[in-house]
Nanobody, 124 residues
């Protein structure tokens, strides 16, 4: 069983930056692919970014490519999402998710564990 806890959300002006963190329990975390998803009010949860266990492969949604960067520190069981040049349309609850396999996917169903989410609000 893996438990995930997100942190780092908050209120920021458009053009600003935030760094989200996802802290994971478990000694085999380095074997898990991890993704970030987000859900805005009234919308479905959507893929944002993902990273394989050894950071060899990353993937980004087109809407965040070039602005967001995913990384991980397996020694600390942490995954980060650096968000730059934030826009009001980035406002959402951000969730991290882990898969019991070293893969990445844009599909929610590919992930086995989910955090509770952290709110990101971008104002004009």
């Amino acid at each position: 069983q893996v438990q995930l806890v997100e942190s780092g959300g908050g209120l920021v002006q458009a053009g600003g930056s935030l760094r989200l963190s996802c802290a994971a329990s478990g000694r085999t975390f380095s074997r898990y692919g991890v993704g970030w998803f987000r859900q805005a009010p009234g919308k479905e949860r959507e893929f944002v970014a993902a990273i394989t266990g050894r950071s060899a492969t990353t993937d980004y949604a087109d809407s965040v490519k070039g602005r967001f960067a995913i990384s991980r520190d397996n020694a600390k069981n942490l995954v980060y999402l650096q968000m730059n040049s934030l826009k009001p349309e980035d406002t959402a609850v951000y969730y991290c998710a882990a898969a019991r396999a070293d893969w990445i996917s844009r599909a929610r169903g590919a992930y086995d564990y989910w955090g509770q989410g952290t709110q990101v609000t971008v104002s004009l």
